[in-house]
Every structure is written in structure tokens, then in C-alpha cells.
């Protein structure tokens, strides 16, 4: 059986320090022994095994200065490991009702079992979730393409109102495919539960009142389930209707903005969540301002298959 690696290794440093012993009385011995070539007697024998023991002693205590350094460092450091980890314990105990505590315990274990591919799997997701909650200290975090878990966790967190503006919906087939069916499933559920009750609108924007017609289904369903759905052609609005940007988003408890944004190739590109009141602001008050333009009340754009053109007017203030 192999002798452990710390016990060779202080076999080792026992060695060389005798070997020094036993050099340097060696040397001591011999020049005595030159320069004191006319005297007789054991002193020259002594005095060699004094400085070989000197030597040897004075080695062991550097050896022993050196591990108590030693120790000391790994002492405050295991102080320090337990300063942090007393840190992330209260933390995590204020989220004892969350996942955190959970996710710790599976995640350890996961790591120890089943094939390295899912070992891998598994700290790449918590790598990813790290850096989402990172992105999340900024109140902002970004995704590639549409991130259709996002929409869906953010309607079951809801808990007073969610608007939405959508307007790519006569290109795409997003309301026919199965997660914009989990999607509305979703936002029904929120509408009907006794304890949220939340009010959902939609507004669909269409450049030309052509587009109307594709949208009469979709807006028949949603409104069946409970969501309050207006239309607008943008071609008939005024002009300080139309100045910015174009994009898709939906406004959470008018707190959060879900925003996607297209590439040149109107592909939906990446998907942003937005938290900070300067930037949810102006989109939630572009909403009501494009919602109003649509009120039936004031303008029969709010309803698919009706057309009326606005006459221009002063912009507002």
C-alpha cells in the first residue's frame, strides 16, 4: 500500500533538515579541528554537535513559524467561508417560502448523479439563472428571441392589470400555435380567480384597415374569454399617433414591461423585461393613448370590419 502524499512529503523535510544538521556540525568539526590543531580534548566534538543541534533546532521552529502561518491563513479563511455562508443562510431564509431552498437541495444531489451530460446541463441552467438574477439586481434582463417562459410566469404573477399591444398579429400565426394557448389559458385563469380579478385589454394594431377582416376570429375568441380587445388601423390615425417606434410589449401591473423586439427581417429578435419606472412609464401612457384612439366610443377603429377615417388635428400637448 502506497504511503499517503503529506507523509512522504514530511519524511522528506524530516530528512533534509538532518542532512543540514549533520553538514553543518561536519563543517564545525573540521574547522576545530584546523584551527585548533594544537589543543587536545573533546571540544571540538562538542562544539560541533552544539551547532549541528542549533541548526537543527533553529530549522524546526522556521518549519514550525511556518505552519502556524500556515494555519492561521486557513483559519481565516474558513472564518471568512463561514462569514459568507452565514450571510447567504439569512439570506435564503427570507425566501424560505420560495424555490431557493429547494433548488439548493436538488441541485446538489442532481450534480451527483445520473451522466456527465446532465451534471453539465445542470450547472449551465444554474449559471443561467445566476446571471438572470444579476440581471434582475438592474431591473432589467435581456433574452435572445421570444421567451415564452417569461409571458407565462409573469401572467401568473399578476395581480391587477395587464396590457398588451400586438402588432405583427396579421403576419404571424402566433395565436394558432400551443403556447399562445397556454398563454390565454393563462390570462383567463387570472381573469376568473375570486382572488386577482385582473383586467386584461389587448390592442391589436394593423397598418391598413384591409387587415381588419383576419382579425375577427381572434378578436371573437379573446373577447369570449373575458379580454377586452380593441383594434386600430395605423394609416387613419393622426400623425403624432404614429411618430415612435413600433413594437410589441405588454405592460404587467403597470409596473413591468415585457418587450419584444424584431430585427430587420421583422424576426423577433430578443425579449426584454423592464422594471424601472422612467422606462415603463412612457410605454404605459403610450398604451392608453393608442387605447383611446380606438375607444368604439370615439372612433369606430375599435371594432373589426368598421372603418372611419380620423381627420388630422393639432398635436396634443
Known sequence: MNAPAHTLEG???????LLVTVVVGGVVYLLTNVLGADEEGPWQLVLSV???????????????????????DSVDKRFA???????????????????????????????????DILHAFAHAEIDRLAAQMEDFTNLVAECPGENHDWLMTLTRCTRKSIDAISTTVVDDSFWNTEPAGRYLTAQREAILDPERRIRVRRLFIVKRPEEFSALGPICTEQRDMGIDVRVVALEELPPYFRRGKMI???????????????DQLSVNSSTT?????????????????LWDAADPANS??????????????????
Not at 463561514?82 to 431557493?100: M, P, S, Y
Not at 423585461?273 to 393613448?289: G, K, T
Not at 369606430?300 to 400637448?317: E, T, Y
Open 11 to 17: 519524511a522528506r523535510h524530516v530528512t533534509q533538515k
Open 50 to 72: 552544539l551547532c549541528g543541534g542549533i541548526v537543527l533546532i533553529v530549522q524546526f521552529l522556521v518549519s514550525f513559524v511556518n505552519q502556524m502561518n500556515a494555519v492561521k
Open 81 to 115: 467561508d463561514i462569514g459568507k455562508a452565514t450571510k447567504l443562510f439569512n439570506e435564503v431564509e427570507k425566501l424560505r417560502g420560495d424555490g431557493v431552498p429547494r433548488l439548493a437541495e436538488h441541485a446538489t444531489k442532481v450534480v451527483s448523479m445520473g451522466p
Open 248 to 262: 410589441d410589449f405588454i405592460v404587467f401591473d403597470e409596473a413591468l414591461t415585457y418587450e419584444i423586439h424584431a
Open 273 to 289: 423585461i423592464n422594471a424601472r419606472a422612467n422606462e415603463v412609464e412612457p410605454l404605459r401612457r403610450r398604451f392608453n393613448l
Open 300 to 317: 369606430p377603429n375599435g371594432l373589426p370590419g368598421q372603418v372611419r377615417v380620423r381627420s388630422g388635428g393639432p398635436d396634443p400637448d
